[in-house]
């Protein structure tokens, strides 16, 4: 009966987004969608498009940027820490939501802040934040419009939002893990100006299997270590029920029937960690091993080496987040150095000049 209703809730989700599909020639939100029998007519799979890996060392990016005289904003890093700590230590599921908006702002054209515009200098609203791995789905912003909104008081027309979402990241992860976890978040990054729905198609998504989730982080020129790393984040913040809600029968049957009961809405949201739901640390690795994990994306890591050493050590997963999240920060970055035309200083982060 309730394997029914959750079939039932699936197809209903499915169809919701089967007829945005549609649209694009080549759109396919494959981990995003649990097709029950891949039809290609519906999920013609892209071209393989060359990777967008066109800045992979972050050419541009310096630490302390903003205490450069050229692109001088002593006061930047402080805004947004004090309004990253507050906001997070008010509420912890906002300093998941600024994590998780790091990371979708840079696998879609790279950390250049199209993430955050809700209309384009083409006057596109269908924005990257109404895609399905979005819409609904990310939160975080008003902290990001409130630092900026702040400095630019201070200093006008410095400070890019691309490096105002990289900051809050970093800054959120320290809040999280109480101190332990320590980004060297270089800053330097320029404002896109376009943004389009279908390029979210670029996120791994929920139902990714360990080859999908490889592959998505290879395109942006991480390795599967990374990708494993990670996932690590999944150890906090929340998911959408009918996300997972076909893969009770995999859990722990506690966990299992705790989350049923939660998941009497299939738009609920539960918590990743049931065990330290607020809290930046190793647990999300003892829960792939203990089946305690939402996504089958997350659950396909149980095969990886690297999960039971993070799950061992708390300073060895650490270190490599802290990396890792560096490196996330460089992907497909527009600098002073790299010459790319059509970007900016974004006045507000929500839309273009
Ligand atoms: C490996 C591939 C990944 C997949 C398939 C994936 C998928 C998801 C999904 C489906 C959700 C729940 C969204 C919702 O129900 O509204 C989620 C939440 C989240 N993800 Fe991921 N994710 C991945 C990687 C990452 C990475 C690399 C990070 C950051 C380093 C990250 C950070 C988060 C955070 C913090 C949340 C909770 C957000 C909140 O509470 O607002 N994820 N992810
Ligand atoms: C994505 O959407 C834009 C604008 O809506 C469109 O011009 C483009 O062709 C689409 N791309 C794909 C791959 O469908
Ligand atoms: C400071 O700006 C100069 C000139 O743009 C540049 O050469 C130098 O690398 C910058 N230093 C830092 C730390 O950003
Ligand atoms: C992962 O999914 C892709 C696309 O559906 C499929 O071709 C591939 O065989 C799957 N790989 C594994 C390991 O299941
Ligand atoms: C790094 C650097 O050159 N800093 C200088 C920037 O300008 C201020 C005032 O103009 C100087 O005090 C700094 O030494």
């Known amino acids: 009966m309730s394997k029914l209703l959750a079939l039932v809730t699936l197809l209903a989700f499915l169809a919701g987004h089967v007829a945005a599909q549609q649209e694009g020639p080549y759109v396919c939100f494959n981990g995003w969608l649990r097709l029950p029998t891949l039809n290609p007519q519906l999920c013609r799979s892209r071209p393989r498009i060359q990777p967008r890996r066109l800045n992979p060392r972050g050419e541009g990016l310096s630490y302390g940027y903003y205490n450069n005289n050229s692109t001088y904003c002593p006061s930047a890093e402080r805004i947004i820490k004090d309004a990253v700590t507050k906001a997070v230590t008010a509420y912890p599921g906002i300093g998941a939501g600024l994590i998780r908006l790091f990371f979708h702002d840079c696998f ?18 269908d924005v990257e ?23 630019e008081k201070a200093c006008p027309g410095v400070v890019s939002c691309a490096d105002v979402v990289a900051y ?82 995999d ?63 708390a300073t060895i997963w650490e270190r490599k987040f802290e990396q890792a999240m ?12 790299t010459g790319d035309q059509d970007v900016e200083i974004r006045r507000v982060c929500s839309r273009v000049n």
């Open 251 to 313: 859990m722990d049957p506690a966990l299992a029937a705790k989350l049923r009961a939660q998941c009497s809405d299939s738009n609920n949201f539960v918590n990743q960690d049931d065990v330290t739901p607020n809290a930046l640390d190793k647990q999300y690795y003892r829960n792939v091993i203990d089946k305690k994990v939402l996504f089958n994306s997350d659950a396909v890591l149980s095969s990886v080496a690297e999960v039971t050493e993070n799950a061992n050590s």
């Open 168 to 249: 809050a990241a970093r800054d959120a992860s320290s809040v999280l893990s109480n101190g332990r976890i320590n980004i060297r978040m270089a800053g330097g990054r320029l404002d896109g100006r376009e943004s389009f729905a279908n390029e979210t198609d670029q996120l791994p998504g929920p139902f990714s299997n360990l080859t999908q989730l490889e592959e998505s982080f290879y395109n942006q020129g991480l390795s599967s270590d990374e990708m494993v790393t990670l996932s690590g984040a999944h150890t906090i913040g929340r998911g959408r029920c009918n996300l997972f809600s076909d893969r009770f029968g």
């Open 108 to 125: 879609v054209r790279g950390c250049d802040a199209s993430v955050l515009l809700t209309t384009t200098a083409t006057g596109n609203r």
């Open 129 to 151: 934040r109404e895609g399905p791995p979005n819409k609904d789905s990310l939160r975080g912003f008003e902290v990001i419009d409130e630092a900026k909104a702040a400095i």
């Open 326 to 337: 560096e490196n996330m920060g460089k992907i497909g970055v527009k600098t002073r150095a």
